[in-house]
């Protein structure tokens, strides 16, 4: 069975520029979560995709967007990179049982992304 | 708002001792999750807690839930080095089980010989 697969690992960008981050779901899982976890904290909840669709999203602005395919891999998109945007960016895929979801995520490696 | 609160963040155990990390929360939700993340890596489910009164033990830890009071637990016996890392307990945003997880800070825990 595979599990969450991000890329890339690591990438460093400059102010304003845009970048677009990717995660391949466990094998199995129809919903895809992002998260951005900042140094020394708790992962933050940026928003999930279940069936192509936006289902649930936390306090994160416009310019954080994200896509769901049909194989239910996903990407998340953030323009206008700020300093502050310099995190771990974790992926989580999560199964449905019966048609109702589980709440359990299961977390890829993750993309470090530096703003400079 | 929800949020998500532990304590202590920050705990220095020797190995052998017992200690227990608090997680209040402050929503109407009938499950919460514990995860655990070594340094520089991602995170490790260890429970998901399903009800009010639920426990469930691995190991030398053991975690359970009051959904009345909005507090989870988790209690490390007898420490060992091996479970060095910072542990984080969330709660869905909505209250129920779509995995809009929002975490607390973490307890980072380092266990000395």
């Known amino acids: 069975e595979t599990g969450v697969t991000q890329s890339p690992t690591h990438l460093i960008k400059t102010r304003g520029q845009q970048v677009t981050l990717r995660c391949s779901s466990q094998?199995?899982?129809?919903?895809v979560s992002w998260y951005q976890q900042a140094l020394g904290q708790g992962p933050q909840f940026i928003f999930q995709?279940?069936?192509?669709?936006?289902?649930g999203r936390g306090n994160f602005p416009p310019r954080f967007s994200g896509l769901q395919f049909p194989n239910y891999s996903s990407e998340l998109n953030v323009n206008a990179l700020e300093l502050d945007d310099s995190a771990l960016y974790l992926c989580?895929?999560?199964?449905?049982?019966?048609?109702?979801?589980?709440?359990?995520?299961?977390f890829g490696e993750g993309s470090r992304l530096t703003v400079l | 708002e929800l949020k998500v609160e532990q304590n202590p963040l920050f705990l220095s155990m020797q190995e052998g001792k017992n200690y227990t990390i608090y997680c209040n929360y402050s929503?109407?939700?009938?499950?919460l999750y514990w995860y655990r993340q070594d340094p520089g890596k991602s995170l490790e489910s260890l429970f998901v807690?399903?009800?009010?009164?639920a426990v469930k033990q691995e190991g030398r830890l053991m975690a359970s839930l009051d959904t009345k009071a909005r507090l989870s637990t988790l209690h490390i016996t007898a420490a060992v080095h091996d479970l060095s890392a910072t542990y984080f307990c969330?709660?869905?945003?909505?209250?129920?089980?779509?995995?809009?997880?929002?975490f607390g800070k973490g307890t980072k825990l380092s266990v000395k010989p």
């Open positions: 094998s199995g899982h129809n919903t």
């Open positions: 989580a895929s999560s199964p449905t049982s019966g048609g109702a979801h589980t709440g359990e995520l299961f």
């Open positions: 969330a709660v869905d945003l909505y209250g129920g089980s779509q995995g809009n997880l929002i």
């Open positions: 807690l399903l009800s009010n009164g």
């Open positions: 995709y279940y069936r192509e669709e936006e289902n």
């Open positions: 929503t109407t939700s009938d499950r």
